[in-house]
């Protein structure tokens, strides 16, 4: 009889051949020497691989092999990094008290209109360079997964552990992973849509200056220091630029993350965005409603339905709003020329900051509130939500160190490592949310994106437990090696944290410096742990 092939004996040996096809092999095994070697050498590699797979990450885990930061390098390193973040709270406090003249107000980074512009200007470099970058990066990506589906499909199809389901499964990925013709990209110093040119997809445009004097019959997603619509788009705009100016036709809404946005056409739904000075001219009808975080704003059109703003500036309302105006913020000034359908809804700091023209028409109710400025220490609900916070945080911690015993204990043995931990920890908190994005640029990397977030999310909440494991536990002198003694480090160390983060400006650092430590221990010990499994 014919010996079977080593890929058969393979499949025996992992419990993956078909009973009938196994119980055949059983009989042949019993006759042929040669054959029962080979099931032999199967078994013993898969014996050897298995206890590689399992011993290593014991060990690496384990608290009683992990050797001890010495005391004085943590000491010193404790000592260097609260001498910064005591300068950084000095120097804070004393900046802050400058007197700054209002024409240099916008240049204090610890003011809101500094930190405004501030957010503005990076995104506005962003959005010169970024279209670009994230388009490779987009490529990049999306070449990777198709070559990892094709690859991998391969070797799984060859060996004949690939079943129908998987070889659909594979399929319908790599369909999803391939270039969608819908998209048309254009990337220059100066795009353009010609006045006589139609766009039957959505366009992807990025460049100096994108304007817009034809018709896209999609979407028009752009990049640019202006963005100009003077034609029609028959879908949505979603602009990130430094200006933005609609004199055209949008038929669907707006979405927009930019330094000046001006509505001067025809809007058929609504418009969303964080801008830094928003206006809607005379001209301009918004089909729908404008809900938004602004620096400025100010209406002489129509809006048809709501108007919600969020301002860190002036509110000038002389045009109409079709049902209610709701604002928070800044000033609000309504002149007499001022229309709203609705309710008024507004939060201001100081009364005299309302200015309502005697001709202006309100047909619903006024609520015009002042927000005092309460300290938070005098409402017992702020000691209740302490509480709340404090114990949540020793019962995660609790049921993580149950459910996860090594990698808690070595993720905080991992805070130890000091400023590889806070270096690679700020890396993590700014590299992760760009890493996010890229990924989800593909239809394929939606799903790995999703749970990227969710375990950036979940790490920068646990960021704080370990960081006060790991303090509490340096504090009592304990070696952290039982769950006793780790909860008792944590309830310390999450205690100090605590009443630190109440300092004021220093809290603020020290949150800060805590999400860069837990983060970069956590990225550690993600790495320590996958060190063995890619090694075999």
Known sequence: MECYSEQTCALAVDGELEADELGRLRNHLATCRRCRDLVDALRAENRVLSESLHELPDEAASPTKVSHPRRSRIWGDLTVIAAVLALGSISSIWFDQLSIPAALEWFNPFSLSG???????????????????????????????????????????????????????????????????????????????????????????????VRVEGVVNGDLLAFGQTVEVRGTVKGDV?????????????????????????????????????????????????????????????????????????????????????????????????????????????????????????????????????????????????????????????????????????????????????WLSLALGFGVLVGAPVAVVVAAITLVGIPIALMSFAAYIAALYLAKIWVGAFLGRILLKSSGATKGDWMLGLLLGLLILTIVGFIPYLGGLVHFGVVCLGLGAFALQLYRASRPVITA
């Open 115 to 209: 930190r405004t512009n501030l957010l503005f200007s990076l995104f506005n470099q962003f959005s010169l360079g970024g279209a670009a970058m994230l388009t490779n990066y987009a490529a990049v990506v999306g070449f990777l997964a198709l070559l990892l589906l094709l690859g991998g499909g391969a070797v799984l199809f060859g060996r004949g552990r690939l079943r129908q389901p998987g070889l659909q499964l594979l399929i319908v990925l790599l369909a999803l992973s391939l270039p969608s013709f819908a998209l048309e990209r254009r990337h220059a110093e100066f795009v353009t849509v010609a006045a006589n040119e139609t766009v039957d997809d959505t366009l992807a445009a990025s460049g100096n200056t």
């Open 238 to 418: 979603i602009s990130f630029a430094k200006r933005t100016v609609v004199s055209g036709t949008v038929e669907g809404g707006i979405y927009t993350f930019s330094q000046s946005l001006d509505l001067d056409g025809q809007l058929g739904h609504s418009i969303y965005g964080f801008v830094q000075s928003l206006r809607v001219n005379d001209q301009g009808r918004v089909g729908e409603g404008i809900v938004v975080a602004c620096g400025d704003f100010n209406l002489e059109g129509v809006v048809k339905r709501s108007v919600d703003i969020l301002t860190s500036g002036n509110t000038d309302v002389s045009g109409s709003i079709g049902r209610d105006l709701s604002m928070g913020g800044g000033s609000l000034t309504l002149a007499s020329t001022a229309r709203v359908g609705g309710n008024l809804s507004a939060r201001v700091h100081h009364l005299n900051e309302v200015h309502i023209a005697d001709g202006a028409a309100i047909a619903g109710k006024r609520d015009i509130q002042v927000r005092m400025r309460e300290s938070q220490y005098t409402r017992p609900r702020f000691y209740f939500h302490q509480a709340i916070w404090f114990a949540a945080a020793i019962l995660v911690g609790g049921l993580g160190l149950l459910l996860f015993p090594g990698f808690f204990q070595s993720a905080t043995q991992a805070v130890g490592s000091g």
